[in-house]
Nanobody, 124 residues
Framework: QVQLVESGGGLVQAGGSLRLSCAASGRSISTYTMAWFRQAPEKEREFVAAIMWIGDSTRYADSLNGRFTISRENAKNTVYLQMNSLKPEDTAVYYC?????????????????WGQGTQVTVSS
């Protein structure tokens, strides 16, 4: 079992930056592909970014246009999401997800471990 706890969310003005963290416990994430999803009010949960368990291959949602960066620090069992040039439409609850030994994927049901989420609110 892997437990995931997100942190780093908050209120930020448009154009600002935030760094989200996802701390894992229970098992080492070194063999887990890790991902971030987000869910805005009354919308489906959508893929944001993923980083593969080996080789650090990454994948991002096309809509982000290079504003976000996912990274991992296996020694700290933590994954990060650096978010720059934030826009009001980035407002959502951001969730961390994990799945062992799979390629990077944007498909929500491929991930079997989820955190509780952290709220990000971007004001205009």
């Amino acid at each position: 079992q892997v437990q995931l706890v997100e942190s780093g969310g908050g209120l930020v003005q448009a154009g600002g930056s935030l760094r989200l963290s996802c701390a894992a416990s229970g098992r080492s994430i070194s063999t887990y592909t890790m991902a971030w999803f987000r869910q805005a009010p009354e919308k489906e949960r959508e893929f944001v970014a993923a980083i593969m368990w080996i080789g650090d291959s990454t994948r991002y949602a096309d809509s982000l246009n290079g504003r976000f960066t996912i990274s991992r620090e296996n020694a700290k069992n933590t994954v990060y999401l650096q978010m720059n040039s934030l826009k009001p439409e980035d407002t959502a609850v951001y969730y961390c997800a994990a799945r062992a030994l799979v390629p990077v994927t944007a498909t929500r049901n491929q991930y079997n471990y989820w955190g509780q989420g952290t709220q990000v609110t971007v004001s205009s």
